[in-house]
């Protein structure tokens, strides 16, 4: 990931060009994860495009989180998970031997299920942390880095005036816009997004769903969910995972009024699960 | 309960209403009762014997030391033999120092093998160390002064406070160790993950997230380790070795309370034994206040 400041996909807020549209974010090709023995994903191909939303959806256990997890390779954490097969992020190979973990996921931000916002910070020490321990001590930068992840998250008014609260006093739904905060202040390029909703009432899911649509014009957005409602109303693309593998790939509008496959329109309409 | 078995029925019950088994049921019953209060006044007595003895202490060494714990005890140094009079200061203070060092060398290497143990991948490398640390805190503690005599004191041509925060420390670190190792347990892996995706390093995530996040439990460890080995006097024997006027030199030997406490109890005057007895109650209260200290402390906002 030799990819520096400099590359102007690096920097979509820095006032760099922001990748094109059209242009896939990840390319993957036939993507095979194990967990042991037991195979997870079965040779799955697929192009995200760039500054849209994809929605992942499928059954329990079909694969859509260790999917989201192949592409920051967050897996390596998980004993026992071998992954084969390419995973292109804007053309490069995340899996290459000479690409850093670590600056993948600078560049791959993630928000989780449940929030999850590190209990001993202030609110503001949350959104700067990954800024802070990267090496980053310009306070003019930093809290220039702050204001902006806040506004993005849609947080910035409800907190402007308690930046040295904990995190942990915010409210739930506020606590996933804080974790949105601080994956974003990193400027990553894509944002995955692991049924950030499914812990939230429905104000607050509709806040997040709102958030996610904005941000889809800075960031190429990978969304993983269970409720289907939730895919139609935010997602773009809409990708239906079943046992492992990629069913269908779709225009949300497409996949969820005229499914091509069988089994896309059996699990749409209830006929399983 | 006894006489199940069978679903209830009609019939059935009439069969055991026929058969008497409903009395005996009844008797049963009654039994059961009685056994229920008796192992319930069991486990009362039972606890009563396990506060009882800390009353007691307290209450006596109160009675017999409470009136020999004057300002000249706490601030004057022992008198030379024969005379009446001074104080245990040089111990007091001895202690704190040897306790102090006992940490210094003993938390780091605690808290950072507690690390390992939870960072650590390879469980049966885990396992072994686990065990390890399990035995080492069952070494009895005089154990650990022979071992610190024989390579310090003996080296040094010298007892020493160094060696005596030494013996202790050994007693610290595989307590430290387990503790560590169980807070870090606690602390919920989302927090890590979170950190991970972030593209923290994983030592990043360990030192400002992880540790960050049980640092409480793991001041809570250090400090009960601290009090656990406060009133130790074993390994002092032959390492501190006990000191009758003022050091600051970790090189010589030093005085520590309960090392003071045995000399004088062992000894033939009535002065001293009635020192003794202030100076345990010193030790209890020193001890006493490190566990409220961490109570306080452990309760403040739950994480």
């Given at each position: 990931?030799?990819?520096?400041?400099?590359?102007?996909?690096?920097?979509?807020?820095?006032?760099?060009?922001?990748?094109?549209?059209?242009?896939?974010?990840?390319?993957?090709?036939?993507?095979?994860?194990?967990?042991?023995?037991?195979?997870?994903?079965?040779?799955?191909?697929?192009?995200?495009?760039?500054?849209?939303?994809?929605?992942?959806?499928?059954?329990?256990?079909?694969?859509?989180?260790?999917?989201?997890?192949?592409?920051?390779?967050?897996?390596?954490?998980?004993?026992?998970?071998?992954?084969?097969?390419?995973?292109?992020?804007?053309?490069?190979?995340?899996?290459?031997?000479?690409?850093?973990?670590?600056?993948?996921?600078?560049?791959?931000?993630?928000?989780?299920?449940?929030?999850?916002?590190?209990?001993?910070?202030?609110?503001?020490?949350?959104?700067?942390?990954?800024?802070?321990?990267?090496?980053?001590?310009?306070?003019?930068?930093?809290?220039?880095?702050?204001?902006?992840?806040?506004?993005?998250?849609?947080?910035?008014?409800?907190?402007?005036?308690?930046?040295?609260?904990?995190?942990?006093?915010?409210?739930?739904?506020?606590?996933?816009?804080?974790?949105?905060?601080?994956?974003?202040?990193?400027?990553?390029?894509?944002?995955?997004?692991?049924?950030?909703?499914?812990?939230?009432?429905?104000?607050?899911?509709?806040?997040?769903?709102?958030?996610?649509?904005?941000?889809?014009?800075?960031?190429?957005?990978?969304?993983?969910?269970?409720?289907?409602?939730?895919?139609?109303?935010?997602?773009?693309?809409?990708?239906?995972?079943?046992?492992?593998?990629?069913?269908?790939?779709?225009?949300?509008?497409?996949?969820?009024?005229?499914?091509?496959?069988?089994?896309?329109?059996?699990?749409?309409?209830?006929?399983?699960? | 309960?006894?006489?199940?078995?069978?679903?209830?029925?009609?019939?059935?019950?009439?069969?055991?209403?026929?058969?008497?088994?409903?009395?005996?049921?009844?008797?049963?019953?009654?039994?059961?009762?009685?056994?229920?209060?008796?192992?319930?006044?069991?486990?009362?007595?039972?606890?009563?014997?396990?506060?009882?003895?800390?009353?007691?202490?307290?209450?006596?060494?109160?009675?017999?030391?409470?009136?020999?714990?004057?300002?000249?005890f706490l601030t004057q140094l022992p008198k030379p033999v024969g005379e009446t009079g001074g104080g245990m200061a040089n111990a007091i203070v001895g202690s704190c120092i040897?306790?102090?060092?006992?940490?210094?060398?003993?938390?780091?290497?605690?808290?950072?093998?507690?690390?390992?143990?939870?960072?650590?991948?390879?469980?049966?490398?885990?396992?072994?160390?686990?065990?390890?640390?399990d035995v080492l805190n069952g070494v009895p503690s005089i154990i650990w002064g022979i071992v610190v005599y024989s390579w310090v004191v003996l080296r040094m041509k010298t007892?020493?406070?160094?060696?005596?925060?030494?013996?202790?420390?050994?007693?610290?670190?595989?307590?430290?160790?387990?503790?560590?190792?169980?807070?870090?347990?606690?602390?919920?892996?989302?927090?890590?993950?979170?950190?991970?995706?972030?593209?923290?390093?994983?030592?990043?995530?360990?030192?400002?997230?992880?540790?960050?996040?049980?640092?409480?439990?793991?001041?809570?460890?250090?400090?009960?380790?601290?009090?656990?080995?406060?009133?130790?006097?074993?390994?002092?024997?032959?390492?501190?070795?006990?000191?009758?006027?003022?050091?600051?030199?970790?090189?010589?030997?030093?005085?520590?309370?309960?090392?003071?406490?045995?000399?004088?109890?062992?000894?033939?005057?009535?002065?001293?034994?009635?020192?003794?007895?202030?100076?345990?109650?010193?030790?209890?209260?020193?001890?006493?206040?490190?566990?409220?200290?961490?109570?306080?402390?452990?309760?403040?906002?739950?994480?």
């Amino acid at each position: 990931m030799t990819g520096s400041a400099a590359d102007p996909k690096r920097t979509a807020l820095a006032g760099g060009a922001l990748p094109q549209k059209s242009q896939p974010a990840f390319q993957i090709e036939d993507l095979h994860v194990w967990f042991g023995n037991r195979a997870v994903l079965h040779g799955v191909s697929l192009e995200i495009p760039a500054r849209h939303v994809t929605g992942i959806i499928g059954p329990s256990g079909c694969g859509k989180s260790t999917f989201l997890r192949a592409l920051n390779r967050m897996h390596e954490f998980t004993p026992g998970v071998r992954v084969q097969g390419k995973v292109r992020l804007f053309g490069e190979d995340i899996y290459e031997p000479r690409v850093d973990p670590i600056l993948l996921r600078r560049r791959v931000g993630m928000v989780f299920q449940k929030s999850n916002p590190f209990p001993t910070m202030s609110i503001q020490e949350n959104v700067l942390v990954g800024l802070r321990l990267a090496g980053i001590r310009n306070r003019g930068l930093l809290e220039e880095r702050l204001e902006e992840a806040l506004r993005m998250a849609a947080l910035w008014n409800e907190v402007r005036d308690r930046l040295h609260a904990p995190g942990t006093e915010l409210s739930g739904g506020q606590q996933q816009r804080l974790c949105i905060a601080r994956a974003l202040a990193v400027h990553p390029e894509v944002l995955l997004m692991d049924e950030p909703c499914s812990a939230l009432d429905p104000i607050a899911t509709a806040q997040i769903e709102s958030l996610i649509r904005d941000l889809r014009e800075h960031y190429s957005i990978v969304l993983v969910t269970h409720n289907l409602q939730e895919a139609g109303r935010t997602a773009d693309f809409t990708a239906f995972f079943l046992e492992g593998k990629l069913i269908e790939f779709e225009s949300t509008k497409k996949l969820f009024t005229n499914p091509s496959r069988k089994q896309t329109e059996d699990y749409l309409t209830g006929r399983f699960e | 309960m006894s006489a199940s078995g069978s679903a209830p029925s009609p019939e059935w019950s009439r069969e055991r209403r026929a058969s008497g088994e409903e009395r005996a049921t009844a008797r049963r019953f009654r039994v059961r009762k009685i056994l229920d209060r008796f192992f319930q006044l069991l486990s009362l007595l039972a606890s009563v014997a396990v506060i009882s003895p800390l009353l007691l202490v307290f209450v006596f060494l109160l009675s017999s030391g409470g009136s020999s714990l004057t300002w000249d005890f706490l601030t004057q140094l022992p008198k030379p033999v024969g005379e009446t009079g001074g104080g245990m200061a040089n111990a007091i203070v001895g202690s704190c120092i040897l306790v102090a060092i006992a940490i210094v060398i003993g938390a780091p290497i605690g808290v950072l093998g507690g690390v390992f143990l939870y960072e650590h991948k390879e469980p049966r490398l885990r396992a072994a160390i686990r065990f390890t640390a399990d035995v080492l805190n069952g070494v009895p503690s005089i154990i650990w002064g022979i071992v610190v005599y024989s390579w310090v004191v003996l080296r040094m041509k010298t007892f020493s406070g160094l060696a005596g925060g030494l013996a202790l420390s050994f007693i610290m670190i595989p307590l430290i160790l387990r503790t560590t190792e169980d807070v870090l347990r606690l602390v919920p892996p989302a927090y890590r993950e979170a950190g991970l995706a972030l593209g923290l390093r994983r030592s990043q995530v360990i030192l400002h997230i992880v540790l960050a996040t049980a640092r409480r439990g793991i001041v809570t460890g250090v400090l009960l380790s601290a009090a656990r080995v406060a009133g130790e006097t074993a390994p002092l024997l032959f390492t501190a070795f006990g000191n009758r006027v003022w050091t600051a030199r970790l090189q010589e030997p030093m005085a520590a309370l309960p090392l003071q406490i045995f000399t004088y109890a062992i000894s033939p005057y009535p002065d001293w034994h009635r020192q003794a007895w202030a100076g345990a109650l010193v030790l209890l209260a020193l001890v006493f206040l490190m566990n409220l200290a961490l109570r306080l402390l452990s309760r403040g906002k739950p994480e």
